[in-house]
């Protein structure tokens, strides 16, 4: 069965750290894409992060480029979200997704399944 797992969120003072992981089961991360998304209240679902299965190509949102970074561990079947200097605007719940393509994309329509969402708190 394909399950995403995220976990990892916390409470974090503004300029900290935080590793979000994606752990997968039933697929196999080569074939596929990851995406990490977020969503503040109020607001809809904000693409930020993928990598493609095939060749490990990332991609990041320009809201994130230069703070996160994503990864992934083939034998551990699990995708990270690295996230440096964090704001109190990073403050959301963070998703990871699956893509059923090897394809980019940062847009919620295009990813086929879900995880169950980390909360992420930046604040002082």
């Known amino acids: 069965q394909l399950q995403l797992v995220e976990s990892g969120g916390a409470l974090v003072q503004p300029g900290g750290s935080l590793r979000l992981s994606c752990a997968a089961s039933g697929f196999t991360l080569n074939y596929y894409t990851i995406g990490w998304f977020r969503q503040a209240p109020g607001k809809e679902r904000e693409g930020l992060s993928c990598?493609?299965?095939?060749?490990?190509?990332?991609y990041y949102a320009d809201s994130v480029k230069g703070r996160f970074t994503i990864s992934r561990n083939n034998a551990k079947k699990t995708v990270y979200l690295q996230m440096n200097s964090l704001k109190p605007e990073d403050t959301a719940v963070y998703y990871c997704a699956l893509r059923r393509l090897s394809r980019y994309s940062l847009r919620t329509i295009d990813y086929d399944n879900w995880g169950q969402g980390t909360q992420v708190t930046v604040s002082s």
């Open positions: 990598i493609i299965g095939s060749d490990g190509t990332t």
